[in-house]
């Protein structure tokens, strides 16, 4: 009985691992997409679509809050920090708009 | 035995009533009549009055009233939420108005709209002798040659969204495990079209119809190999836009220069009427064949995948084609037309948060509507009927 026991909690606790695993690369990219989004879809909005600033906050904005934002007009760059990833996106060109740029 | 024989017999009672169809037979589609004065916007559109063309000013005005009226709170980004209407008739331009701060210059994102004209692409490339619909993709793409399953799938079964790759094409919905939002912004971001090529496959190549924006951004990958990046860089703006005479757009690249075909075509509206324009138009522009015969019937084409694919309610609201949209319906796997008060005829590109390319041949109509509507208010079909009404009969 004990025996049996201990064979199902071993293939219990390997599920859970191949679970965790299975789902780790999902979990860890996750807090990235807030970041991502938001600096992609405002640079898009601002540089190729044209619209005011105000109106690319509210086109970007997700349900989870950003904590920084930084429009770089200079540099034609967006960049964002929320869930504690930082990401930025480039407007590089009429024809090939904006792209994501961070590691 | 006896109880087993009636499982099996409910069994098979219950698969019968899941194929048995209210409609029947194949779905219809008729060819195109080719038309015989095209009136091409060279350099734009001409504009005429809508009685000119046989439509109702005063009818059109409910049409208008419909896609402008805000429904909900705007700063909680609910409603109906219009951008941009433009309408053609006859090849000329009848309505036009546009929203929170559009203007006929300013581009605006058409979201998968952008996967119709990656097909336009895959037109203009199969029409001089570079690809086949039958190819398998490895013959072009070495990422789609990592097993055998893999190597089975074609360019075809690509365009009919029924490569079998196990995407999960959810957005707002289930952001954690959703690969087209893993594509666009986190782990498949630097080259789109290698992440989609690493899916396993949850079905055989061409047997399920499975709306993917990776099937899309596989295709992209395919053509920059096709053509050398040199001219794949050019491809789209060499081969479609100059000479439809379209100067003011933008089509964003993943992180290894591939165009986002799923997602980020920037256009005005009056623009993709052009694109709309030339499938009325059975692929000639301006007199000149710029899609192979028979391309746009493909296009109008429900995808064959239909016939196999498990039933679910959700099948209703796609008629995919070959990365458009029919008005057909799948007879066969019950499937009615998505807008039943439209004509039959018309098809559609279509993209996320309402961005919209109608082609209604029997009524000579091109309509474009963008948006950002959050929410499913705005009812295409509701929609297409006060069109379709304005039109004088």
Redesign the interface.
């Known amino acids: 009985m004990k025996r049996k026991i201990s064979v199902l909690l071993s293939l219990l606790f390997l599920f859970i691992l191949f679970w965790a695993q299975w789902n780790w690369k999902h979990l860890s990219s996750f807090p990235s997409i807030i970041s991502s989004f938001y600096s992609k879809e405002y640079c898009s909005c601002y540089f190729v679509m044209q619209l005011s600033e105000e109106q690319c906050h509210d086109f970007a904005r997700q349900w989870v809050p950003i904590s920084e934002f930084k429009l770089d007009k200079e540099n034609t760059s967006v960049t964002v920090k929320g869930l504690g990833r930082t990401n930025t996106a480039k407007y590089l060109s009429k024809e090939y708009g904006c792209t994501l740029v961070t590691e | 035995m006896k109880r087993s024989l009636i499982f099996l017999l409910l069994l098979t009672f219950l698969q019968c009533s899941k194929d048995l169809s209210p409609f029947g037979g194949e779905p219809e589609v008729t060819t195109l009549t080719p038309r015989l004065k095209p009136e091409w916007p060279n350099p734009n559109w001409k504009v005429v009055p809508p009685e000119s063309v046989g439509v109702s000013t005063n009818k059109l005005k409910l049409a208008e009233e419909y896609a402008f009226t805000r429904t909900g709170d705007e700063t909680d980004?609910k409603g109906r939420r219009t951008d941009a209407l433009v309408i053609l008739r006859n090849g000329k331009l009848i309505y036009e108005k546009y929203a929170?701060?559009?203007s006929e210059e300013?581009?605006?994102?058409t979201w998968s709209v952008s996967k119709s004209i990656l097909q336009t692409m895959y037109g203009i490339a199969v029409k001089a002798g570079l690809v086949k619909l039958d190819d398998p993709g490895y013959y072009h793409y070495e990422p789609l040659s990592r097993d055998e399953a893999h190597k089975k799938i074609t360019i075809r079964h690509l365009l009919n969204m029924s490569s079998g790759l196990a995407a999960e094409e959810g957005y707002e919905s289930g952001?954690?495990?959703s690969s087209v939002?893993?594509m666009?912004?986190?782990?498949g971001?630097k080259d789109m079209g290698a992440f989609c090529a690493g899916l396993p496959l949850r079905a055989e190549p061409g047997t399920q119809v499975y709306y993917s924006s990776c099937d899309t951004n596989i295709l992209s990958a395919i053509l920059k190999k096709v053509y050398g990046v040199e001219e794949y860089d050019k491809l789209p703006?060499e081969k479609i836009f100059k000479p439809l005479g379209i100067t003011n757009?933008?089509?964003?690249?993943?992180?290894s220069g591939t165009y986002i075909g799923s997602s980020?075509l920037?256009m005005t509206a009056k623009d993709l009427a052009k694109i709309g324009y030339l499938y009325l138009n059975d692929g000639i522009w301006n007199g000149e064949r710029l899609l192979p015969e028979g391309w746009v019937q493909f296009t109008r084409t429900p995808a064959p995948g239909y016939i196999s694919t498990p039933y679910s309610e959700d099948l209703a609201e796609d008629n995919y084609t070959a990365h458009w949209y029919a008005n057909t319906g799948v007879p066969e796997r019950g499937i009615h037309e998505p807008w039943p008060d439209a004509p039959k005829d018309t098809f559609a590109g279509l993209g996320h948060w309402g961005q919209m390319l109608y082609v209604i041949p029997s009524l000579d109509l091109i309509i474009v509507r963008f948006g950002?509507d959050r929410e499913k208010a705005f009812i295409k079909n509701d929609f297409l009927k006060l069109v379709k009404e304005s039109v004088i009969r």
Do not use: C, Q, S
């Open positions: 980004r929170r701060n559009f300013k581009v605006h994102l952001p954690l495990k939002i893993a666009l912004y986190t782990r971001r703006f757009v933008t089509f964003e690249r993943d992180g980020y920037y950002d």
